[in-house]
């Protein structure tokens, strides 16, 4: 089959200690934008700013050392790349992949009557602002690791199942942001089951106890005139909560979302029905 090339560009400064744990989840959260297209990685070229002089050979050999471990991981070894002298430390991955045109995903694609189904819990942000606190316990670091390091491998699959319609990555916008995203792209509405939504349980502990990041404030901000429904402020802060590294949000078929889910599962995702696009305007009901 002919096949396009895709490439995609991120890169982000550290959100936790272990500087081969920082590498690991960078290059996964730059490798999702390859899966949320339907496309299979095949090689990767890394990103590096590193304050010289101020951050010790080792640390930075670390950093570099974990992306380099998903990129094989995923298929994309790292080929290259480019280095500067930065302030902070800053490391992400060129992706490149290839997918069949026909096959190709994108955001803007829903049709009215998809079941929505989202692939990660969220929380990774909630989590983060508490790991700066001091805050955060043990378990819960695990599940952010483990989360944010796993690979979204489930969208080249899912690309190739005829009743999928649209795919995006859920990140720094938070669930609403995106989903709001893929409504307007659409021209249609989304209706949001929000007790379906999968949530770290340490993450809803965590925003009881007032724990949230700045950022959902800001992306509520730029949302909520499109939302309707009653919310409670730990609703929204979870909601908006935004996401490195985060799930698949996928719009397909009502008949489709049972293979969708075993697609999901068989990669060790706990994916989830949240809801359903509608007819339009593009608003969204909670």
């Given at each position: 089959?002919?096949q ?56 930075i ?43 190709l ?182």
């Amino acid at each position: 089959d002919d096949q396009a090339l895709v490439a995609t560009t991120d890169f982000f400064m550290p959100v936790v200690d272990d500087p081969y744990d920082f590498g690991r989840i960078a290059a996964t959260n730059a490798l999702s934008d390859i899966y949320a297209m339907g496309a299979s990685p095949i090689f990767s070229l890394a990103i590096v700013g590193m304050p010289v002089g101020k951050l010790c050979t080792e640390t930075i050999r670390k950093i570099l050392d974990g992306g380099r471990r998903v990129a094989e991981e995923a298929g994309a070894p790292v080929a290259g790349g480019h280095s500067i002298d930065s302030v902070e430390p800053i490391y992400g991955l060129v992706a490149l992949g290839l997918v069949h045109p026909a096959r190709l995903k994108r955001n803007s694609t829903a049709r009215a009557g998809d079941v929505l189904i989202l692939g990660k819990p969220l929380g990774v942000g909630v989590f983060s602002a508490a790991l700066k606190k001091g805050i955060l316990p043990a378990d819960d670091y695990a599940a952010m690791i483990a989360s944010t390091t796993r690979l979204n491998r489930p969208g080249a699959e899912l690309a190739r199942q005829g009743g999928v319609h649209a795919m995006t990555d859920v990140t720094g916008f938070g669930l609403l942001g995106h989903l709001a995203e893929m409504c307007r792209g659409a021209g249609l509405g989304a209706v949001l089951d929000r007790g379906a939504v999968p949530v770290f349980p340490g993450a809803r502990r965590l925003v009881a106890e007032g724990v949230k990041t700045g950022a959902s404030g800001r992306n509520w901000a730029s949302v909520g005139a499109m939302v309707d429904g009653a919310l409670s402020d730990a609703e929204r802060d979870i909601l908006c909560d935004p996401q490195t590294s985060g799930g698949l949000l996928v719009a397909c078929a009502a008949e489709a979302a049972g293979d969708a889910l075993a697609v999901f599962r068989a990669h060790g995702h706990d994916a989830a029905v949240i809801g359903r696009m509608t007819g339009g305007p593009a608003r969204i009901s909670v």
